[in-house]
């Protein structure tokens, strides 16, 4: 018989709608040949209901596709809704779903599943944590305080470290939510409270100047290989456009992206390189996109992990690899085989 794949979307965190776009373009990409698809929705309020089409959703934030205002969901049991499943692609974003909680509700079941374990997804969700790893690693990150939780702003020799803007971000969230740059220290604490809104772990990070973004999709084949693709980038197309924000991502035309991006082939090395070494630092398996700041001394620096990528038909993780060589089909059972592959338990 066929694969039977749980494609578990939606959920909890600020990325609901984004997660919901993922499932509903990932759906149609799954080699029906191999795989019996098995669409699990989350709501935002934590519910799990089966038969949920992600293409059949309504538009909600961003006009992307959302499980929010549904009254007519039927609530049953994760593990319900995950019998006779043989493995798990949780394609959900953010909090309570990319950071290791349903991963670890996974490991109890003893499913298999797409993507890092328990201990990644929740190192990568966590900046402050994410880049303590990195650093030990000796791998290069920008500068930043992790402003404790009784803090409500930074310290004058803070101040002084970071410099201005900074950009104030909460600690776990995604999709640039919650998260502000700061160029007047008279707006810092507005924009500390606006990330508590989501987290109350709150990053403040010096802001790199002209900074070139750059994005890396890493793979791990079953055989145990990881790979990095091509180094894509995200530009923006006008001067006054500041930095990637949430409407940059998914609502207007700001960005745009050079697949692969226009690099000299040493710094393209390095960086796939650098991409490999920081998803074995964080201890990740399956996937995760590496994305970078180049700044302009041409210096390499880690921005952050993200363990369950967008994929969206926009999304650079897919568009990496098949940019690399890779099309979108192959992609998915790749990241399937090599979760079947790895199984479950401690590996
Ligand atoms: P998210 O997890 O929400 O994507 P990021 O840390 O990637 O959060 O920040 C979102 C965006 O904010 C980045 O893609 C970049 O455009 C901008 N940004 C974040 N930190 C910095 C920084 N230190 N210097 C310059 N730009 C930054
Ligand atoms: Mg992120
Ligand atoms: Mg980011
Ligand atoms: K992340």
Same mark, same amino acid.
């Given at each position: 018989r066929k694969t039977r794949v749980a494609v578990v979307f939606g959920g909890r965190s600020s990325e609901h709608e984004v997660s919901c776009q993922s499932a509903k373009s990932v759906l149609p990409h799954l080699d029906a040949d191999r795989f019996e698809v098995v669409p699990v929705g989350i709501t935002p309020q934590g519910q799990w209901a089966l038969g949920t089409d992600p293409n059949a959703l309504e538009a909600g934030a961003g006009n992307l596709p959302t499980l929010r205002n549904r009254t007519d969901i039927v609530a049953i049991e994760p593990g319900q809704a995950l019998q006779d499943v043989d493995v798990v692609f949780p394609l959900l974003h953010g =909090?309570? $779903?990319? +950071? $290791?909680t349903i991963q670890g509700l996974l490991e109890l079941g003893g499913l298999p599943y797409v993507g890092p374990g328990v201990f990644a997804s929740a190192a990568a969700m966590d900046k402050i944590f994410a880049k303590k790893i990195l650093q030990a690693e000796g791998l290069p990150v920008g500068k930043f305080v992790a402003l404790d939780r009784s803090a409500t702003t930074l310290t004058l020799d803070e101040r002084e470290h970071l410099g201005l803007p900074v950009f104030v971000k909460p600690s776990r969230a995604g999709s640039s939510v919650g998260i502000s740059k700061v160029s007047d220290w008279a707006d810092l604490d507005a924009a500390i409270f606006e990330a508590r809104q989501h987290d109350p772990k709150v990053i403040i990070e010096g802001a790199v100047p002209n900074v070139r973004e750059i994005e890396l999709a890493v793979l791990e084949f079953p055989d145990g290989r990881v790979e990095a693709s091509l180094p894509a980038e995200l530009r923006a197309v006008a001067d006054d456009v500041e930095w990637y924000d949430f409407n940059a991502k998914y609502v207007d035309d700001t960005y745009e992206a050079d697949?692969? =991006?226009?690099? +000299?082939d040493d710094i393209t090395a390095q960086l796939r390189e650098m991409a490999v070494t920081a998803f074995k630092a964080l201890d990740c398996q399956g996937l995760s996109r590496v994305d970078f700041f180049l700044t302009e001394q041409n210096e390499l620096i880690i921005n952050e992990l993200n363990t369950m990528p967008g994929f969206t038909p926009i999304s650079m993780y897919p568009k990496a690899w098949e940019a690399t060589g890779m099309d979108f089909g192959t992609l998915l059972t790749t990241l399937i085989e090599t979760a079947i592959a790895r199984g479950s338990g401690l590996r």
């Open positions: =909090a309570w $779903g990319e +950071d $290791g697949i692969p =991006a226009k690099l +000299d």
